[in-house]
C-alpha cells in the first residue's frame, strides 16, 4: 500500500526559508504527477506546486511563483518543495499527493508557520 510521509515544516520569519519533504513508500512512482497542497485555518485546501515524475515538467499557483521550486529524486522517492521569500500568508497544513489528488493519501501533512 502506498503511503506518502510529509516533513520538513517549522517556524519561520517573513522572508525565511524552508524545504518539505514527501517521501513515498509501497511503490515506484514513474507515470504519474505528484503535488503539494495546502490548508490554512479556515480555508479550504488548495494546490500548490505539482511535478511529472517522469519528465519533471512542474506547474505552480501564482501566489508561488518564482517563491516555490518542485522537485523529485527518482532514486529516493522523494519529492521536494524548496520554499523561499515565505510569507505569512503561506502559513497553512502542507500535503502531498498525487496530482489530481487521491482521497485515500492524504498523510498527516506537516505545519509552515510564517511569522510576521
Known amino acids: 500500500q502506498v503511503q506518502l510521509v510529509e516533513s520538513g515544516g517549522g517556524l519561520v520569519q517573513t522572508g525565511g526559508s524552508l524545504r518539505l519533504s514527501c517521501a513515498a513508500s509501497?511503490?515506484?512512482?514513474?507515470?504519474?504527477?505528484m503535488g503539494w497542497f495546502r490548508q490554512a485555518p479556515g480555508k479550504e485546501r488548495e494546490f500548490v506546486a505539482a511535478i511529472n515524475w517522469s519528465f519533471g515538467n512542474t506547474q505552480y499557483t501564482d501566489s508561488v511563483k518564482g517563491r516555490f521550486t518542485i522537485s523529485r529524486d527518482n532514486a529516493k522517492n522523494t519529492m521536494y518543495l524548496q520554499m523561499n521569500s515565505l510569507k505569512p500568508e503561506d502559513t497553512a497544513l502542507y500535503y502531498c499527493?498525487?496530482?489530481?489528488?487521491?482521497?485515500?493519501?492524504w498523510g498527516q501533512g506537516t505545519q509552515v508557520t510564517v511569522s510576521s
Open positions: 499527493n498525487t496530482f489530481p489528488a487521491s482521497e485515500t493519501l
Open positions: 509501497g511503490r515506484t512512482f514513474s507515470r504519474i504527477t
